[in-house]
């Protein structure tokens, strides 16, 4: 289980700090799928990247199953149990994708077992298990090769900041799929950054953030109806967009 | 019979853990410790200077040559000279290398010059590696020169590598290409500590549809100093790429040179060069699958390597 309680994230400006993340609670149960969406701007990779410990919030206090991890570094809250997808995935000259899928399960991984990290987001494993991870694959290649690495460290926590972005070809059906499969392990909660109806739709939890703090959260089938009623304009007009969001 | 230090040596630079299989010679501290030449492939000395003679007969195909050269005493200078007359229709490989370890207080040195006749229509891999160590403050310095001519319609692959250990060197390379011929390089070199590192290619594109990919990576620590020139000149309906990629880390210098001449109108050539620190997201990528900063930077640079 995840827990923030009372985050607050400032950068500093000329001459005063500007309040990135104001004052931001919620938690990620056990088994539960949450997400977070909300307009650009609103600080929602700003939230992941505090959680995944790439930045530090200026007050207030993040526990994964009780533990406060608050002062740790990325190494051990990966350690511990947090996985990340990023945004805008990383290219590496000359590691090749199984070298980044055994670094990310932490150990030899056979080709067979490497290969079905990569069918389950979608591609033909035996083309993809040699290329390097370099320009020459392409976004949407690389967004999934950035989820199977997230499939192939099986933590109990892993975040994804935007999935849908730049999966062009590769159906909403698969990417839910893979969400799904990966609640089935034991407890294994999922913490998904999306502006997606249709990611929207399998959330157990769904939290609204917009300047910097959370403006609702409550159970999808609660929340995701006023969200499609424009209750809250900005917001809603993103998410009506449908379709991949490319935005951000 | 080889020392330990020795065998040590010749498995860091040509992988070998036992006498190798095919044609070979084996210089150890400035003279002969093996030979052996096969019926397509003749290893003789030269009569009038150090080094040796690789006569391979037209149409060999699948043998291997390996003239590994290791030096373990402090204050060993030499230059060696090795010619390879390769015949018409060889796919042949062929591993040099060299390797110092040096303990004492004196400079050692090994200056290899090489130079290939490869005739028509060959395919010939080249593996070159250097590696050095020792605890002594005498250097450890290797001057390789190399200069290939590749025949009508052959292939060359060069894979020149340099990781650990030498203190000093500048590599100095020449190729001269006929119709249709093909070169590729592949250069990997890491310096460290205060080492110094100099390499530089020429490549003439002499005959119509020749090629040639000059590829340099490298990786630049602590105080060394790297400067990589590579010149491609086209004189006939030809394409040229050359491309250096370096990581530079610490206090280090790097300085890419990289040239083109058209002599001609239908002459394709380009040129890539880039410098840059490791980029801060890699690291951050590695260390969000539970690496820590060291061993993601470690990560990066032996990919980068590869």
New interface residues.
Partial sequence: MLELKNVTFDVEEADSAREIIRGVSFTVPDSKFVVITGPNGGGKSTLARLIMGIEKPSSGQILLDGQDITALGVTERARLGISFALQQPVRFKGIHVVDLLRLAAGKTLSVSEACEYLSAVGLCARDYIDREVNASLSGGEMKRIEIATVLARGTTLSVFDEPEAGIDLWSFQSLIQVFENMQKRSHASILVISHQERILNIADTIILLADGKVQAQGRKDELLPELLKSTVPVTCSRILEGGVSHAQ | MLSEIQKRLLAEIADLHKTPEGAYNIRADGEAAGRASTANIEISSKPDKPGIDIRIKPGTKNESVHIPVVLSQTGMKEVVYNDFFIGDGCDVVIVAGCGISNCGDQDSAHDGVHCFHIGRDCRVKYVEKHYGEGTGRGKRIMNPRTEVFIGEGSSVEMEMVQIKGVDDTKRSTLAALDAGARLVVHERLMTHAGQRAESEYTVELNGPDSSADVVS?SVARDKSVQLYRSRIVGKALCSGHTEC?AIIMDEAKVLAVPELEADCVDAALIHEAAIGKI?G??I??????????AEAEE??I?????
């Fill in positions: 990576r990629d980029a997201d890699q951050i990528k590695l260390m969000t699958l539970g690496l820590t900063e990560q990066i032996n990919g980068f390597l590869r």
